[in-house]
């Protein structure tokens, strides 16, 4: 199984999400030949002092907080929720910002490797952990807020979920900066994408392997028992047992598209997500965008379950890592400041296009999909948001207003698995007075509703004290230089 330790670092060194330390890097250039062997000898410092990566904390930890406020403040505010299904909202570049930052720790953490195969090794245990910590995080056993029960059937368990996601991009895209990178001096704009052109041709072949098996794969009819999920809306469909009618290939619509055909197949019905947000569309919800009662003759796969972290769209996934690399490689191999954020920009700006471009042409935008269109513009609006938060924290220096991000970047794991899978809200919910509503959670946020006089404003006031209070949380224990290893 696997092991979560706290562990105590000296100042100036700690543990993000994945990595064994904080990635650092050189204030001036760090051009370099590496043979990437068994044989080779431990690195030397590099010219100059080194200087902490800050941003990358603040780019991490403010996407955590924005995890919490689009989880909790989603119901309120539909409009920052997942989309129903096609489309790109708030909500929706929460992962990709996680896989992201993934890819710039990594290209940071494996700009020397020692011995290959001890790095691999690593990286294949510690992304096992990662896995299993997911299962079990978001697998049905914790049950969330407002349920003070826990368990799950293990034949019902759900396999797939965002840090299995993340577990997956680290592994494929560690594998790739440990062995996929090409023993040359970078001294030129070619020399770099020589160095790194394997990464390059994988990341493209990856991408049309998705995109073959996401047009290409017949989908056939296939049926689904509505008697194992667990449903809470109300359904008019009387037979447990549905079909969904498909027999076509190529289609995006949520019934017949082949990523839940992989899904299906691979990791079987009963081990997907029940609550898809396809159930949030006008087909299956009279609230659409929100969750609500089934429309009169609601089509049958409204019940179906589909897992929004998939086999086939986690590979689309990974790929967000690789351009996380990229930004990385720039920062190892660019001398100053304005020439990272330059080449970072340049990058940025073919993403949009692209993705903007796709969309117009017949790719949407989908999330549970990981389109190919979804992919180039949510990676695009991740660099833009690392090179502006780079610009102000570590080119400028500004960094007291973004301390409580900063925090929070350096101990996600914790945030992450206490706030934002609801764990520590349902330990404090099962503190209550006479009634289960009484309870110090819900009494705050009912609190606060009553003084702003209003549902949605007094929830979204509730969520900022709540991202506040991790934020608090994670100061204290940088304080005590406490952090969470995996």
């Keep these: 199984m696997a092991s979560v330790t706290v562990v105590t670092v000296p100042d100036g060194d700690r543990t993000p999400l994945l990595h064994d330390y904080q990635p650092e890097y050189s204030g001036g250039v760090t051009e370099y030949s590496s043979t990437r062997s068994s044989e080779e000898p431990p690195p030397e410092n590099s010219n100059g002092p080194k200087e902490r990566l800050v941003s990358l904390d603040v780019f991490r930890g403010l996407t955590v907080s924005l995890m919490i406020l689009v989880d909790d403040a989603g119901k309120a505010f539909p409009s920052i929720n997942h989309a129903p299904w096609f489309g790109v909202t708030l909500a929706d570049f929460v992962m990709p910002f996680f896989l992201f930052g993934v890819g710039v720790s990594i290209s940071l953490v494996f700009k020397k490797v020692v011995n290959r195969l001890a790095a691999t090794k690593k990286v294949l245990f510690r992304s096992t952990k990662l896995f299993l910590l997911g299962v079990i995080l978001q697998g049905g056993y914790f049950h969330g807020r407002d349920n003070l029960t826990y368990g799950?059937?293990?034949?019902?368990?759900?396999?797939?979920?965002?840090?299995?996601?993340?577990?997956?991009?680290?592994?494929?895209?560690?594998?790739?900066?440990?062995?996929?990178?090409n023993n040359t001096v970078v001294n030129s704009a070619v020399a770099f994408v020589k160095r790194y052109s394997?990464?390059?041709?994988?990341?493209?072949?990856?991408?049309?392997?998705?995109?073959?098996?996401?047009?290409?794969?017949?989908?056939?009819?296939?049926?689904?028992?509505?008697?194992?999920?667990?449903?809470?809306?109300?359904?008019?469909?009387?037979?447990?047992?549905?079909?969904?009618?498909?027999?076509?290939?190529?289609?995006?619509?949520?019934?017949?598209?082949?990523?839940?055909?992989?899904?299906?197949?691979?990791?079987?019905?009963?081990?997907?997500?029940?609550?898809?947000?396809?159930?949030?569309?006008?087909?299956?919800?009279?609230?659409?965008?929100?969750?609500?009662?089934?429309?009169?003759?609601?089509?049958?796969w409204c019940l179906a379950p589909f897992d929004p972290e998939g086999i086939l769209s986690s590979l689309m996934a990974a790929i967000t890592c690789f351009v996380g690399l990229h930004y990385g490689h720039v920062l190892v191999h660019c001398k100053g400041h304005m020439q990272r954020i330059f080449f970072w920009l340049v990058s940025s700006l073919p993403l949009l296009i692209l993705g903007y471009l796709l969309n117009i042409?017949?790719?949407?935008?989908?999330?549970?999909?990981?389109?190919?269109?979804?992919?180039?513009?949510?990676?695009?609006?991740?660099?833009?948001?690392?090179?502006?938060?780079?610009?102000?924290?570590?080119?400028?220096?500004?960094?007291?207003?973004?301390?409580?991000?900063?925090?929070?970047?350096?101990?996600?794991?914790?945030?992450?698995?206490?706030?934002?899978?609801?764990?520590?809200?349902?330990?404090?919910?099962?503190?209550?007075?006479?009634?289960?509503?009484?309870?110090?959670?819900?009494?705050?946020?009912?609190?606060?509703?009553?003084?702003?006089?209003?549902?949605?404003?007094?929830?979204?006031?509730?969520?900022?004290?709540?991202?506040?209070?991790?934020?608090?949380?994670?100061?204290?224990?940088?304080?005590?230089?406490?952090?969470?290893?995996?």
């Design 152 to 181: 799950i059937d293990v034949e019902k368990i759900r396999v797939m979920g965002v840090l299995q996601r993340i577990a997956i991009g680290y592994l494929l895209a560690s594998v790739l900066e440990i062995w996929l990178v």
């Design 361 to 486: 042409l017949g790719v949407p935008y989908s999330k549970p999909l990981y389109t190919l269109s979804y992919m180039f513009i949510t990676a695009g609006a991740s660099g833009v948001l690392m090179t502006i938060i780079y610009f102000i924290v570590d080119v400028k220096c500004i960094r007291k207003p973004s301390v409580i991000f900063q925090w929070m970047g350096m101990n996600a794991l914790v945030v992450y698995a206490l706030a934002a899978c609801d764990i520590f809200p349902a330990i404090v919910q099962g503190f209550y007075w006479r009634s289960q509503e009484n309870n110090l959670v819900d009494l705050s946020e009912r609190l606060l509703q009553s003084m702003f006089h209003s549902e949605k404003w007094g929830t979204l006031a509730f969520v900022v004290l709540e991202i506040v209070f991790w934020g608090a949380v994670a100061g204290f224990l940088h304080t005590k230089r406490i952090y969470l290893k995996l």
């Design 198 to 300: 394997f990464q390059i041709g994988a990341g493209i072949l990856l991408g049309l392997l998705y995109m073959v098996l996401l047009y290409g794969l017949h989908v056939p009819n296939w049926a689904f028992e509505i008697s194992s999920l667990s449903t809470i809306l109300p359904t008019s469909l009387g037979a447990n047992s549905q079909t969904v009618h498909c027999g076509l290939r190529g289609s995006l619509e949520p019934p017949c598209n082949a990523v839940g055909l992989i899904d299906r197949i691979l990791l079987g019905e009963k081990h997907l997500y029940k609550r898809p947000v396809y159930r949030r569309t006008k087909e299956c919800s009279v609230n659409s965008p929100d969750y609500g009662p089934l429309p009169p003759n609601s089509p049958a």
